[in-house]
């Protein structure tokens, strides 16, 4: 039998054909809706000769239509791949050349982006939600769209099968990620590793739901992790609420709309979701709280035992690339703090010599979307090359201590700005902060936070900073320099810095490679 994700949805709604599927805003399909909606989306697009290995690029805001679409291209075999909704017209237009997709689905907001650029052009483009009417006439005379909503709704029901043999080894969905360099990368997922990476025992809430509830998707629906929930849900048949707000309040009335019994939110998601609900019924619901993305500070963790004490805690590690890695369960999280846990079935990881974490399972990528010499290297030997640095205690926990291309050297010494970031967490006055390293002719690098003040508030010193770490870092690992910016540059979806990017912001020269001098004990900072 071939895992296939098309057949999922469709298993999941010949099971509990009533059941809810999807909720986003008001609205909720059942299992059967979606899976009619995902049939008719499937026989309109293969009447417009959408088929095997077809790029549809799909750029909306958040909508239900998306979720069927996402069920669609899987049973035609075609590529789903969702852009990020606020995407400036120049960057869409880019990830749109680098895609060359063969249609490409759009809101009336988002055509008028792109009228411009690709009017006169051989790409076919379809428009959901208000339909072909909410889209100017000189657009429509520009770019001649279809109603995606009226054709759907006048299309077959039935189920669709393809033509040609779908393999669970074909691609069926491609994520963009921007990692830590800004630059899009589409990684190619296949239908078998997908469907590995969310069936109970590997998926993220692997001892099962409690409750009735479902899941709320705390990540955009351009985001590996948002699809991942998707896909979760339906191996459990379970609902899956979706949200059209990311912020605290937003997440909050879904939660309180709803009544989820599985949350998962990256550590500064939780902190908004806690800040906008310290207290109140709207969380009462969730029976499991889970955190992750890399090691979730410890004072987070606390807060969330404190505010939902009937619900567990698990650390998660994972990413686009291969999926969920490891999991850290709530009876180890006091026990191994700032672990991410051990590998989650059926992944194997270890640490290459240098320290960088390696990944292998059948839940990897088929590669980068035309990309072969940076698959080859993310993928060399077998092994997925995260990029993190890292390492495993004698029971095989796993701790990220930081990124290949990102630690600092200074004066013979290893910091990981993560490291830094999280012993500066909590320091009042600041809107964000971030760590880099920036050159020093005595020590190679040295430490710079990078700070975002609070509209009011002044910058802090170094003095201040180092004060506020006191302790809890070896010295050589303290701020050393202090710069104030207008924002920190990170992903969209993960909040991971994009340092790169900020170096770049701050006027700051690439690093050279080259690591610096002996350490010559003459200055007590550098003693650890």
């Known amino acids: 039998m071939a895992l296939l994700i098309g057949d999922l949805l469709a298993d999941a709604a010949a099971v509990a054909p009533a059941a809810p599927a999807v909720t986003l805003g008001e609205r909720a399909l059942s299992y059967s809706e979606l899976d009619d909606a995902a049939n008719r989306t499937a026989h309109v697009w293969h009447g417009m000769g959408i088929g095997a290995g077809d790029v549809v690029a799909w750029w909306t805001r958040p909508t239900l239509a998306a979720v069927a679409a996402f069920a669609a291209t899987a049973r035609l075999g075609a590529v789903f791949a969702p852009l990020n909704p606020v995407l400036g017209r120049g960057e869409a237009a880019d990830i749109l ?23 006169g052009g051989d790409l076919p483009f379809a428009i959901t939600g208000a339909g072909a009417a909410g889209v100017s006439m000189a657009t429509r005379r520009a770019w001649p769209a279809l109603d995606l909503d009226a054709a759907t709704a006048a299309a077959h ?3 669709f099968v393809a033509s040609v043999p779908i393999s669970d080894d074909d691609p069926h969905v491609i994520y963009l990620t921007s990692g830590t360099t800004g630059r899009p990368k589409g990684v190619v997922v296949s239908h078998r590793a997908s469907w590995l990476r969310s069936f109970p025992g590997g998926s993220t809430f692997s001892v099962g739901l409690r409750g009735p509830g479902g899941i709320l998707a705390s990540f955009p629906l351009f985001h590996y992790g948002g699809w991942h ?20 309040p937003g997440l909050v009335g879904v939660a309180d709309r709803w009544k989820p019994t599985g949350m ?22 969730v029976r499991h709280a889970d955190t992750g993305t890399s090691a979730a500070p410890l004072e987070l963790l606390e807060r969330l035992r404190d505010r939902l004490p009937e619900a567990t805690t698990s650390v998660l590690y994972g990413s686009s690339e291969g999926g969920h890695h490891t999991t850290l369960a709530d009876w180890d999280i006091a026990r191994k703090p700032g672990s991410v846990g051990r590998v989650a079935p059926p992944g194997v990881i270890r640490c290459g010599p240098d320290g960088e974490i390696l990944y292998r399972s059948p839940t990897l990528m088929l590669g980068y979307f035309e990309l072969p010499e940076e698959t080859a290297k993310a993928l060399a030997g077998g092994w997925y090359h995260t990029g993190d640095l890292g390492l495993l205690d004698e029971e095989r926990y796993v701790y990220v201590t930081g990124r290949v291309r990102e630690v600092i050297r200074t004066g013979g010494e290893y910091v990981a700005p993560t490291e830094v970031e999280a012993a500066l967490f909590g320091y009042p006055g600041l809107a964000d902060l971030a760590v880099v390293g920036i050159a020093d002719d005595r020590w190679g690098e040295v430490v710079c936070a990078v700070v975002v003040p609070l509209e009011g508030s002044e910058a802090p010193t170094v003095a201040a900073l180092r004060d506020h770490i006191g302790a809890a870092l070896a010295p050589f690992k303290h701020p050393r320099r202090v710069v104030v910016a207008g924002d920190i540059p990170r992903t969209a979806a993960t909040r991971q810095v994009q340092r790169t990017l900020l170096r770049e912001r701050i006027g700051l020269a690439p690093l050279d490679p080259s690591p610096p001098g002996p350490f010559d004990g003459s200055d007590p900072d550098q003693i650890g």
């Open 229 to 248: 929930y998707v896909l979760e849900a339906w191996h459990h048949r379970c609902c899956v609420h979706l949200s059209e707000r990311f912020d605290g």
């Open 264 to 285: 998962y939110c990256i550590p500064a998601v939780w902190g908004r979701v806690l800040e906008a609900c310290p207290s109140g019924p709207e969380l009462a619901s």
């Open 97 to 119: 050349e680098y895609l060359h997709p063969r249609l490409l689905v759009v809101d009336p907001a988002h055509a008028e982006l792109v009228a411009d650029e690709l009017a």
């Open 157 to 159: 029901g039935s189920p």
